[in-house]
T-cell receptor
Framework: AQRVTQPEKLLSVFKGAPVELKCNYSYSGSPELFWYVQYSRQRLQLLLRHISRESIKGFTADLNKGETSFHLKKPFAQEEDSAMYYCALKTTGGFKTIFGAGTRLFVKA | DAGVTQSPTHLIKTRGQQVTLRCSPKSGHDTVSWYQQALGQGPQFIFQYYEEEERQRGNFPDRFSGHQFPNYSSELNVNALWLGDSALYLC??????????????FGPGTRLTVT
């Protein structure tokens, strides 16, 4: 069965420190992977997807098929990065998106 | 463009009742997906509607049904409500092409409380 695991419920870092939010997935095919973010009192929004290979707000994520991971990274965290982050997977040929349970990132001043 | 809109914002129902939630997609989008998000969990896929038909369904019982109208707006119906149906219900819209369907825009959600 397809599954997305985000092992950390809460991640707390200091402003300016590097941040890595972990995401592991379980899927036998070639997945399409996403990171969504929800800032306080805002709706869930797409941050980035692996097929775009883009950097948004300084965040990047690399798909590692060998380790079945799609970790989200940023070299220097900012206070405005504090939010809830969800990793998500869409199966090849399917239309269903599977979300992880989310990691709350707290960036301290 | 207001983006994806959902109504109502909140509602309270009693066990056994039925509820209808509504969603209008972002302008230009033709696909609507519905999710259930329990407290402390990520969104769980209920089903997706495209061209007025249910295109894929998640692991939800038949008590959960939906509809999509010609203007692409959608409804989620839940019959015989259980206490466990209490959750935030999210609607997301996208373009229908397979390569674009994962790029979703979410609504603010409807908070359903079943007592």
């Amino acid at each position: 069965a397809q599954r997305v695991t985000q092992p950390e419920k809460l991640l707390s870092v200091f402003k300016g420190a590097p941040v890595e939010l972990k995401c592991n997935y379980s899927y036998s095919g070639s997945p399409e992977l996403f990171w969504y973010v929800q800032y306080s009192r805002q709706r869930l929004q797409l941050l980035l997807r692996h097929i775009s290979r883009e950097s948004i707000k300084g965040f990047t994520a690399d798909l590692n098929k060998g380790e079945t991971s799609f970790h989200l990274k940023k070299p220097f965290a900012q206070e405005e990065d504090s939010a809830m982050y969800y990793c998500a997977l869409k199966t090849t040929g399917g239309f269903k998106t599977i979300f992880g349970a989310g990691t709350r990132l707290f960036v301290k001043a | 463009d207001a983006g994806v809109t959902q109504s109502p914002t909140h509602l309270i129902k009693t066990r056994g009742q039925q509820v209808t939630l509504r969603c209008s997609p972002k302008s230009g989008h033709d696909t609507v997906s519905w999710y259930q998000q329990a407290l402390g969990q990520g969104p769980q896929f209920i089903f997706q509607y495209y061209e007025e038909e249910e295109r894929q369904r998640g692991n939800f019982p038949d008590r959960f049904s939906g509809h999509q109208f010609p203007n692409y707006s959608s409804e989620l119906n839940v019959n015989a409500l259980w206490l466990g149906d209490s959750a935030l219900y999210l609607c997301a819209s996208s373009y229908g092409q397979r390569e674009e369907v994962g790029k979703q825009y979410f609504g603010p959600g409807t908070r359903l409380t079943v007592t």
